[in-house]
């Protein structure tokens, strides 16, 4: 059973379009996040949410929004896209707050190109 | 000045070497510090955890933090080729923090 998964895998899309990516996890965890990876495989956070609570939003575009409809999953909307958010965007999860359970667990990643 | 500083490498070491990775930080508030493995276009893998200073060992691979010096490190023994990967050092304060990273090592084992 794959623990975080994201769909799609690959998205290939035109400047100024608006396109979602969405994120499951079944690992119970009540702290999902977003990260981006950029060309320098740099790995950097943009949100967290906690009980559909957005916690961080790091200096992160407007046109970039995160939706939870419920625990399980985490999705990100990307308004107005620009050359820039082409990068490789992963979703992570943890049971945040515990203690022992601060680790992350990040799905397979959607790789992002915006011509 | 970066928070967690990585020398990205690459690294290449003959197979059956003991691998020495290496990050430094700066945030005094880090108390979780953690390893990933990264191969070429999947998601990270988290190899070790540990919590404050001290050292954590699984399998062949030895995690070691020392937070008075700010500086945490990752040993792999008996090297295989298969450990070829970029490994990131990753770090945070607890609760909802995301983690900050490293910019990975690329490592090389050479069969």
């Known amino acids: 059973d794959t623990a975080v998964s994201q769909t799609p895998k690959y998205l290939v899309t035109q400047m100024g379009n608006d396109k979602s990516i969405k994120c499951e996890q079944n690992l119970g965890h009540d702290t999902m996040y977003w990260y981006k990876q950029d060309s320098k495989k740099f790995l950097k956070i943009m949100f967290s949410y906690n009980n559909k609570e957005l916690i961080i939003n790091e200096t992160v575009p407007n046109r970039f929004s995160p939706k939870s409809p419920d625990k399980a999953h985490l999705n990100l909307h990307i308004n107005s896209l620009e050359l820039g958010d082409s990068a490789v965007y992963f979703c992570?999860?943890?049971?945040?707050?515990?203690?022992?359970?601060?680790?992350?667990?990040f799905g397979p990643g959607t790789r992002l190109l915006v011509l | 000045q970066k928070e967690v500083e990585q020398d990205p490498g690459p690294l290449s070491v003959p197979e059956g070497a003991i691998v020495s990775l290496n990050c430094t930080y700066s945030n005094s508030a880090f108390q979780y510090f953690m390893w990933y493995r990264q191969y070429s276009r999947k998601g990270p893998e988290l190899l070790m955890y540990?919590?404050?200073?001290g050292n954590k060992e699984d399998g062949r691979f030895t995690a070691q933090v020392d937070k008075s010096s700010k500086y945490i490190s990752l040993f792999i023994r008996d090297s295989q080729p298969s450990d070829s990967a970029t490994y990131l050092c990753?770090?945070?304060?607890?609760?909802?923090?995301?983690?900050?990273f490293g910019k990975g090592t690329h490592l090389i084992i050479q069969p």
């Open positions: 990753a770090m945070s304060g607890g609760g909802a923090d995301g983690l900050t």
């Open positions: 992570a999860s943890s049971q945040a707050g515990t203690g022992v359970g601060e680790t992350q667990y």
């Open positions: 540990t919590y404050s200073s």
